[in-house]
């Protein structure tokens, strides 16, 4: 029930887009279209995820027990780094199309600080293997959510008679105020 818990809150109430306003870069650059959101989405899960498992890992086992606790930002960067090249380079390979529509923000995961949150938030929430995998998991689901919704209201906008001054991202920032506030009804949910 924990874990249920705590994918829940991760998900719907401290969405790390709507709530904590981390990610949102990728958030208003790729939420153009409804593949691109899901192609980041599902990209952010994978590094979100992989990165957490692999900065416990290297937390408990390498940089705790050597003492070098303070060492956990710079190494965090550095996996971080690593993994959104795998990434890269497997969309590239596997999917040429995704790639080229993801464009410069599919390396720009490497500076997302919300892949860098999580496997902080993890280490200093002093969460055990199970729950850093469902924070790990939670948090990128309600990221990819709110993506797919973002995006879906945001090519529906495009066909609409919007204000010469609101087109584009002022919209896009309009949309995603009142997206914030509906999600703030989540708040007492957990």
């Given at each position: 029930m924990e874990l249920l818990t705590l994918f829940i809150g991760a998900v719907l109430v401290n969405n790390i887009i709507l709530s904590k306003f981390i990610g949102m870069c990728p958030f208003i650059g790729v939420s153009t279209n409804l593949k691109s959101a899901i192609g980041m989405g599902v990209a952010v899960i994978f590094v979100i995820f992989g990165a957490s498992l692999v900065s416990f890992g290297l937390y408990y086992l390498v940089l705790e027990p050597l003492g070098l606790e303070y060492m956990k930002l710079i190494a965090f960067i550095l996996l971080i780094a690593s993994f959104v090249q795998f990434v890269e380079m497997f969309i590239k390979k596997t999917s040429p199309s995704l790639y080229k529509s993801l464009g410069i923000y599919l390396p720009l995961i490497t500076t997302n600080c919300a892949v860098l949150y999580v496997a902080l938030d993890n280490i200093t929430q002093g969460y055990d293997i199970w729950q850093t995998m469902v924070n790990s998991i939670g948090v990128p689901v309600?990221?990819?959510?709110?993506?797919?919704?973002?995006?879906?209201?945001?090519?529906?906008?495009?066909?609409?008679?919007?204000p010469e001054a609101f087109k584009g991202n002022?919209?896009?920032?309009?949309?995603?105020?009142?997206?914030a506030i509906a999600f703030s009804a989540f708040a007492g949910l957990v």
């Open positions: 309600g990221f990819m959510m709110v993506m797919v919704i973002f995006s879906t209201i945001r090519e529906r906008l495009s066909g609409n008679d919007v002022p919209i896009a920032f309009v949309v995603a105020a009142i997206m």
